[in-house]
């Protein structure tokens, strides 16, 4: 079984900073690409930033210059700093994860975590 867990979420004043982790656990053999996502109440989820397993990033253009992406390989374990955080950056965070679980497994699979809220208000 694989889990991915998120924290860090919560209320935070606009201009303010939080830093969301996601870690991953269970049976993992190796772990490619690593997402934050975030949703909107009646929304579909949208990328927010993408890691590979490399180090190489993506961001959406709203969050550029805002939001770093980062992971610890050695702890399964992606992050997010948000700096300069804006009333529309409300809204539940998830993280997912490309991996695989063993060696013999040649597909890789998505993991999602549970959410983690961040509401962004005076």
């Known amino acids: 079984q694989v889990q991915l867990v998120e924290s860090g979420g919560g209320l935070v004043q606009p201009g303010g900073s939080l830093r969301l982790s996601c870690a991953a656990s269970?049976?993992?053999?190796?772990?490619?690409?690593m997402r934050w996502y975030r949703q909107y109440p009646g929304k579909q989820r949208e990328l927010v930033a993408a890691?590979?397993?490399?180090?190489?990033?993506d961001y959406a253009d709203s969050v550029k210059g805002r939001f770093t992406i980062t992971r610890d390989n050695a702890v399964n374990t992606v992050y997010l700093q948000m700096n300069s955080l804006k009333p529309e950056d409300t809204a539940v965070y998830y993280c997912n994860a490309d991996l695989r679980t063993s060696s013999i497994q040649l597909a890789e699979y998505r993991y999602w975590g549970q959410g983690t809220q961040v509401t962004v208000s005076s």
């Open positions: 269970g049976s993992i053999f190796s772990i490619n690409t």
């Open positions: 890691i590979t397993s490399g180090h190489s990033t």
